[in-house]
């Protein structure tokens, strides 16, 4: 009988189950449960997990983008609610590779079929719900599809974050915001981090799968902050005085290097050497 490497996988969740039989059953698909009878599929799971990902999804992006209409939050939602978005986040974690098959299911590819991917993750969602309850379903859901929800909100065109700092800057501290970017990871799993800068003062932190999807939600961090500010719904008499912005111990040297000195700014830009790829 295959043996998967449940403390392997649980630890690519970043959740450690009470009860591990719950992920082993969110990892059986029905062609092994007709090899090995008497063990239950991952059927019912997968119903649960289903149930679970629509909830947590929906209040996601509700809260995450606040003037995004109905529509484009329904469209929003199908992004990443769908076969081949969820096929790709389990890729991710490497779920094709603990999979219990039949034999037949594996010499047909099962382990790198989407509908056979996006089951299994909405079964291990349903098994996590279980063993730990709503919260630790959300967070496991939130840390896989957040950055699949800002790219579909790229592709959307739902919402442009960094035009809106920019025209925020501009109007508060008449200069342009400026991006470090840092990466980690393999080439294949590149993972950016983005911090967005006005005078040296950092305004908000992002990341993602590409440079450009953590800079949109490094300047989605800074919109927000800045609109608490008193002047942000000033016009240009009304900007935000010299002696609001922060003080030149604050400020990068020069605004050309950042600290590591493996970040430069170009043009209100920052290109990491690490950061070579936009994907």
Same mark, same amino acid.
């Given at each position: 009988?295959?043996?998967?490497?449940?403390?392997?996988?649980?630890?690519?969740?970043?959740?450690?189950?009470?009860?591990?039989?719950?992920?082993? !059953? @969110?990892?059986?698909?029905?062609?092994?449960?007709?090899?090995?009878?008497?063990? @239950?599929?991952?059927?019912?799971?997968?119903?649960?997990?289903?149930?679970?990902?629509?909830?947590?999804?929906?209040?996601?992006?509700?809260?995450?983008?606040?003037?995004?209409?109905?529509?484009?939050?329904?469209?929003?939602?199908? &992004?990443?609610?769908?076969?081949?978005?969820? @096929?790709?986040? &389990?890729?991710?974690?490497?779920?094709?590779?603990?999979?219990?098959?039949?034999?037949?299911?594996? &010499?047909?590819?099962?382990?790198?079929?989407?509908?056979?991917?996006?089951? *299994?993750?909405?079964?291990?969602?349903?098994?996590?719900?279980?063993?730990?309850?709503?919260?630790?379903?959300?967070?496991?859901?939130?840390?896989?599809?957040?950055?699949?929800?800002?790219?579909?909100?790229?592709?959307?065109?739902?919402?442009?974050?960094?035009?809106?700092?920019?025209?925020?800057?501009? !109007?508060?501290?008449?200069?342009?915001?400026?991006?470090?970017?840092?990466?980690?990871?393999?080439?294949? #799993?590149?993972?950016?981090?983005?911090?967005? !800068?006005?005078?040296?003062?950092?305004?908000?932190?992002?990341?993602?799968?590409?440079?450009?999807?953590?800079?949109?939600? @490094?300047?989605?961090? &800074?919109?927000?902050?800045?609109?608490?500010?008193?002047?942000?719904?000033? $016009?240009?008499?009304? $900007?935000?005085?010299?002696?609001? $912005?922060?003080?030149?111990?604050?400020?990068?040297?020069?605004?050309?290097?950042? *600290?590591?000195?493996?970040?430069?700014?170009?043009?209100?830009?920052?290109?990491? #050497?690490?950061?070579?790829?936009?994907?």
């Amino acid at each position: 009988m295959t043996s998967p490497d449940l403390d392997g996988l649980e630890r690519r969740l970043g959740y450690v189950f009470t009860n591990q039989a719950l992920l082993r !059953q @969110a990892l059986a698909h029905r062609s092994w449960c007709a090899e090995f009878p008497g063990n @239950a599929s991952n059927e019912r799971l997968e119903f649960l997990g289903d149930a679970v990902l629509g909830w947590t999804i929906a209040d996601l992006v509700y809260r995450r983008y606040p003037e995004m209409p109905e529509g484009k939050l329904t469209d929003l939602r199908k &992004a990443v609610v769908n076969a081949g978005a969820l @096929a790709s986040a &389990a890729g991710d974690l490497g779920l094709g590779s603990e999979l219990l098959l039949g034999k037949g299911e594996a &010499a047909a590819g099962g382990r790198h079929k989407s509908s056979i991917l996006s089951d *299994a993750l909405e079964a291990v969602f349903g098994a996590v719900y279980l063993d730990g309850g709503p919260e630790p379903a959300r967070d496991l859901i939130t840390r896989l599809l957040t950055s699949r929800l800002d790219d579909a909100v790229t592709r959307l065109g739902g919402l442009d974050h960094k035009t809106a700092l920019q025209e925020l800057a501009a !109007q508060l501290f008449e200069v342009p915001p400026q991006y470090v970017l840092r990466s980690d990871g393999p080439d294949h #799993a590149k993972r950016f981090e983005a911090d967005v !800068q006005i005078l040296g003062k950092v305004w908000g932190t992002g990341e993602g799968r590409s440079k450009k999807q953590a800079e949109q939600a @490094a300047a989605r961090e &800074a919109c927000a902050a800045l609109r608490e500010l008193p002047g942000a719904g000033a $016009r240009n008499g009304d $900007r935000v005085r010299n002696g609001d $912005r922060p003080a030149n111990g604050d400020t990068a040297a020069n605004g050309d290097t950042a *600290a590591n000195g493996d970040t430069a700014v170009r043009g209100g830009t920052v290109d990491s #050497a690490t950061a070579d790829s936009d994907a």
